[in-house]
Nanobody
């Protein structure tokens, strides 16, 4: 079971990034999936999750209206489209199986830095 995130990088405030999470060794379609982030010196923060079929999504208030989670089960991928990025969005972003932050399998993370 392996999850690999990609798509992070340095972006200016107001910019956009799209993160991807690729699964190997199992079918993502069997799981709800989440994105969680961790800023320097802080604990993990749940960002968003999506049901196994993609019909239900949820977002933290801090990203609602700016971030969109989606998935392509045929390609074994989950995405996080991030628009109108702010400095406070700077963090390592992880995808994981299941909802919330308390359980599941995690990827290694991808760094997102929002700075001018």
């Amino acid at each position: 079971v392996q999850l690999v995130e990609s798509g992070g990088g340095l972006v200016q405030p107001g910019g956009s990034l799209r993160l991807s999470c690729a699964a190997s060794g199992f079918s993502l379609g069997s799981y709800a999936m989440s994105w969680v982030r961790q800023a320097p010196g802080k604990g993990p923060e749940w960002v968003s999750d999506i049901s196994s079929g993609g019909g239900s999504t949820d977002y933290a208030d801090s990203v609602k209206g700016r971030f969109t989670i989606s998935r392509d089960n045929a390609k074994n991928l989950v995405y996080l489209q991030m628009n109108s990025l702010k400095a406070e969005d700077t963090a390592v972003y992880y995808c994981k199986t299941g909802r919330g932050i308390d359980s599941g399998s995690w990827g290694q993370g991808t760094q997102v830095t929002v700075s001018s």
